[in-house]
């Protein structure tokens, strides 16, 4: 149905395109279910609240341009946008800190369809040692390094208190880790060829409160 353009490197695709990815791809998957077949721009964009035109261009990242009249193809397009994403291939994940946030993050089933799965976690405290999150295990961090080793996993998930998160950063990174998705509140740093992101809950919840003391108090 589509005309499958040339394939463009992922290197150089606007932030703010990659971050709209997961919500159309969450979209489409939601109007698939609903038997919709064939979906246009415009239509995406209404739904979505975006404009037409960006969504055609970030939608021709993925190397898929809708027909005119027709649009796109709702199945072409997800599978499209999930090797674009690189999510056909699901990235194992380790996790150090497994209190609330992180038993939670390990035990959220979403991550799959996006990607990752978290297939360790890690914690000093004793008590949290030996548990068992939904099949997943918590280890002892002292065993963080020869699994990692081991089971070649480069990416890490920081969710303990934000006064241990830089020193659990540059264990990973000593250990091997390539990329960092930070929940403490709290910034960290790593070498520049790290990569580093950071998830701050409490940044949108402060934002959230503020709004709602200065507009409605
Ligand atoms: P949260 O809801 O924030 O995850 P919590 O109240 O269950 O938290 P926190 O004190 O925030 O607990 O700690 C989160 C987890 O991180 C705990 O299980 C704690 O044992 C673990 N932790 C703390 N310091 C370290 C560390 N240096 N290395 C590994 N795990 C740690």
Redesign the pocket.
């Known amino acids: 149905m589509e005309n499958i353009v040339e394939h463009k490197k992922i290197i150089g695709v606007p932030e703010p395109t990659l971050r709209r990815m997961p919500m159309y791809l969450s979209y489409l998957k939601a109007i698939e279910a609903t038997g919709i077949r064939q979906i246009s721009a415009p239509h995406i964009a209404a739904d979505l609240n975006f404009d037409p035109t960006q969504v055609t261009k970030d939608l021709a990242y993925t190397g898929i341009k809708g027909k005119t009249r027709i649009g796109y193809e709702v199945q072409t397009l997800i599978k499209a946008i999930e090797d674009f994403m690189g999510i056909n291939k699901i990235n194992e994940v380790f996790i150090?800190?497994?209190?609330?946030?992180?038993a939670a993050l390990v035990k959220y089933e979403g991550f799959k369809e996006y990607g990752i799965k978290v297939v360790a976690a890690?914690?000093?405290?004793p008590e949290?040692v030996g548990k068992d999150l939904n099949g997943v295990p918590v280890f002892h961090?002292d065993k963080f390094r020869d699994l990692a080793r081991r089971m070649h996993v480069v990416f890490g998930i920081i969710?303990?208190?934000p006064s241990?998160a830089q020193?659990?950063a540059d264990m990973m990174v000593s250990w091997g880790i390539k990329a960092i998705w930070n929940f403490a509140p709290t910034n960290i740093k790593v070498p520049d060829d790290i990569i580093l992101q950071h998830t701050s809950i409490y940044a949108n919840l402060a934002l959230i409160i503020n709004k709602l003391q200065t507009k409605y108090k």
Do not use: K, S
């Open positions: 150090v800190g497994a209190g609330n946030l992180g890690f914690d000093i405290n949290v961090l969710t303990v208190p241990a020193q659990v």
